[in-house]
């Protein structure tokens, strides 16, 4: 019975030799989602500050000069020129203080032609909106120029030719939907809107057209509820956003050459910097008329 205890083959405790692998390849699997996570959470602001900290600690510091990351919501901050400063574009405290100058003028050359029915003005970060009322330029469904409209546009164009360096035009609808053979959707409308005061500014009026641009929101940008009439009137509107350089002085009596701040032909201001505004496009959708 003792040789047979000596000769009996006992199992080792423990797993087999695949346990070992089979352990190795799920840590290696649950690390690589972890990675994956930990990737698809990255916030790319931090990231760059780590970055930042990163370089100094190693005394490393690198500035591009005119290199910098904008972005906008609008066509007319594309227009500004952003290159100031080191890789930022920090508000114009200048600019807000002419434009709220220039705003204070408009609302007084309103007033004095009885302006008020149809328009109304308001300072926003983008400039000084004069925006015209539903009605006042454009029948409904239409963006066709009458007698009354040509006469409220003549005022439009004394006012930049006295106030402003530039002005963008935009077109606004509500969200009743429109379908023609003319205009297949708002986008359409509200564009065509914008582009006929355009034109009319331009060949009548004689603005150079590298002071102006246009652009057409249909029902995407509205400033009232679309749930009422009343609200869908104020959306129905075109708006003439109007900017002037810092530094630029202007009197309501002044020349037309004088009122401009000083640009040339170009469209160029005294100290180099472009205030043309851009085209906008926008894809087409069915939106209000």
Request: glycine fraction near 8%.
């Amino acid at each position: 019975m003792a040789a047979d205890d000596d000769d009996c083959e006992c199992e080792e405790e423990g797993g087999g030799e695949w346990m070992a692998t089979f352990a190795d390849l799920s840590t290696l699997l649950l690390t690589f989602f972890v990675l994956l996570l930990s990737f698809s959470n990255m916030d790319v602001v931090q990231f760059r500050e780590m970055l930042g900290s990163v370089r100094d600690a190693f005394g490393v510091q690198k500035q591009i000069q005119g290199s910098v990351e904008a972005i906008s919501s609008t066509p007319v901050e594309l227009s500004v020129d952003q290159n100031d400063g080191a890789g930022q574009a920090p508000p114009h405290t200048k600019d807000i203080d002419v434009n709220g100058a220039m705003k204070e003028q408009m609302e007084e050359y309103v007033e004095n032609n009885e302006m008020q029915d149809d328009v109304e003005v308001e300072l926003t970060p983008k400039g000084v909106v004069v925006r015209v009322k539903d009605g006042a330029l454009y029948q409904s469904g239409s963006a066709d120029l009458d007698d009354k409209s040509k006469e409220l546009l003549d005022k439009i164009a004394d006012m930049q030719a006295k106030f402003a360096d530039s002005m963008q035009i935009e077109g606004h609808t509500d969200n009743t939907p429109i379908k023609s053979r003319q205009y297949p959707s708002n986008w359409e409308l509200s564009t065509a809107r914008a582009i006929a005061a355009l034109q009319y500014l331009k060949d009548e009026k004689g603005i150079s057209a590298d002071k102006m641009g246009v652009a057409g929101y249909a029902d995407s940008k509205p400033i009232d509820t679309n749930d009422t009439e009343e609200g869908r009137n104020r959306n129905r509107r075109v708006e003439f956003v109007f900017q002037r350089a810092a530094g630029t002085e202007t009197e309501v009596e002044a020349p037309k050459d004088a009122a401009q701040g000083g640009t040339d032909s170009s469209g160029q201001s005294s100290d180099g910097k472009a205030f043309t505004l851009p085209m906008s496009t926008h894809p087409s959708r069915d939106g209000g008329s």
